[in-house]
């Protein structure tokens, strides 16, 4: 019925009321891999590395906090960029941190277009299947703009990895 790359945690289908987060740099502390995806392009990204690794995230417990305080009136979607080999990895860290969700969608085998595009193509299907996106939080400012830009209400969340990357965007 769902794509196979949307992972269910509870029996709670998809539909009505819906709050996404991002997972790196609102839940999970992706900081100690970053050095595996340097800005420079004049270095290689070594992206296996970096999604791999993320078995070290530490909690970013305010993050869990405020997943874990929406009202069950909410469907809660974890809309992450990890790829699909993190699956095992990513679910279990999930449920070690106890980290509330209905769903968590990653990357499916092949889905390698950028970040930005590739949630916006996610948050249209999950409108497609009847979320009622309320709310969406990342912390790439390009995402919170994409967001925006789709009339829906984001809210940027300060990570730390984007601030030397000089992107053209407002997020505020």
Known sequence: MYPQNWIPN???PIGGRTIVFDLDGVIADAG????FVPDD???????????NACVDDPLIEQ????????SDEFCVVILTAR???????????LAANDVRHDWLI?????QGSPSTQWKQGQLELLQAAGAEIELALDD???NT???RAMGLTAMYVHSGYYDDRGFDVDFR
């Open 10 to 12: 509870t029996r709670r």
């Open 32 to 35: 100690h891999r970053q050095h």
């Open 41 to 51: 392009r004049s270095v290689a990204k070594n992206w296996m590395a970096f999604f």
């Open 63 to 70: 993050g869990r906090r405020l997943i874990g305080s929406v």
């Open 83 to 93: 790829i699909h080999d993190t699956r095992e990895k990513t679910v279990a860290w």
């Open 106 to 110: 990653l990357r499916g085998p092949r």
């Open 140 to 142: 790439d400012p390009r």
């Open 145 to 147: 703009a994409m967001v």
